[in-house]
């Protein structure tokens, strides 16, 4: 009981972090009392708020769940896991007023899933991820920016893109940013070219 003795001389304690293992005398001896302590020293009940068992908890699901992501990132969802993986726990959508399909719409394409041929060929539902205007790939940045078929309505998008971003031809970037009059305009562009995604 050294704490009490040095308490019972009216000495001031201060804490203070010191690196471990690292030979400081004084730490050494701090921490040889504190394992002496451990071992011999009264035990003190305190209990414990259940809030920081809540918590740990939610630390230990959070570190499983991103464990769990990191294992199944390396085999599927590559292009999800380089251009929106985020670090929270919070759904993208939380802040946003944004109904069920237009959220769909943004998963989808965020995580490279959609019903055009490029993604459809990826899964072997169709024999080719042509487009039928004839370009080799039907994805979504062919049929917002290059499509013959879809170009007509598709000059409201593409003024909107402009305007916010100097990013051409991929609308990938903009789906960090979580724009819904953008997202909006994306699903009245493709109902009005009658696709479902």
Request: contains cysteine; proline residues 5%; positive net charge.
């Amino acid at each position: 009981n050294q704490l009490s003795q040095v308490l019972s001389k009216n000495l001031s304690i201060k804490l203070a972090w010191i690196p471990s293992h690292k030979g400081i005398a004084g730490n050494e001896k701090a921490d040889e009392l504190a394992k002496l302590g451990a071992k011999q020293g009264d035990r003190i009940d305190l209990e414990i708020p259940y809030s920081n068992l809540l918590s740990e908890a939610r630390t230990s699901a959070a570190a499983q769940y991103r464990s769990h992501l990191d294992e199944e990132f390396r085999t599927k969802g590559l292009h999800y896991d380089q251009h929106f993986r985020s670090q929270t726990l919070v759904p993208w959508f939380t802040k946003l007023s944004l109904n069920m399909e237009e959220i769909v719409l943004i998963n989808r394409l965020r995580s490279n899933h959609y019903y055009l041929n490029y993604s459809l060929y990826r899964k072997n539902i169709v024999a080719s991820k042509a487009c039928p205007c004839g370009d080799p790939q039907q994805d979504i940045n062919h049929i917002i920016f290059h499509c013959p078929f879809t170009s007509p309505k598709s000059e409201k998008l593409i003024s909107f893109i402009n305007n916010i971003s100097d990013i051409q031809n991929d609308i990938f970037p903009l789906l960090k940013n979580y724009s819904p009059k953008l997202i909006r305009l994306l699903l009245a562009f493709l109902k009005s070219n009658n696709l479902s995604l």
